[in-house]
């Protein structure tokens, strides 16, 4: 429960949304966001590493995700 009240609670264009939670026999599910990839799913399908502007480029959204959370006083584990 503190897990789902946690994400409910974010507001950032850099976190994944919540949509909302059920509990069905004793598995909690989580409604959230489509997330349509992740720069692993981009290193197996092209099959190279990633140059250093689509690093920086990821990177600048996580740490901006980063400095949301801390700002709020939370921290991603």
Same mark, same amino acid.
């Given at each position: 429960?503190?897990?789902?009240?946690?994400?409910?609670?974010?507001?950032?264009?850099?976190?994944?949304?919540?949509?909302?939670?059920?509990?069905?026999?004793?598995? $909690?599910?989580? $409604?959230?966001?489509?997330?349509?990839?992740?720069?692993?799913?981009?290193?197996?399908?092209?099959?190279?590493?990633?140059?250093?502007?689509?690093?920086?480029?990821?990177?600048?959204? $996580?740490?901006?995700?980063?400095?949301?959370?801390?700002?709020?006083?939370?921290?991603?584990?």
């Amino acid at each position: 429960m503190k897990e789902i009240r946690f994400i409910s609670l974010l507001d950032h264009e850099n976190c994944l949304k919540h949509y909302g939670s059920y509990i069905k026999g004793n598995t $909690v599910w989580m $409604v959230m966001e489509f997330c349509l990839g992740s720069a692993a799913d981009m290193l197996e399908v092209f099959k190279k590493p990633l140059k250093e502007e689509e690093i920086a480029a990821i990177m600048s959204k $996580v740490l901006l995700a980063i400095k949301y959370l801390h700002d709020n006083r939370r921290i991603h584990r």
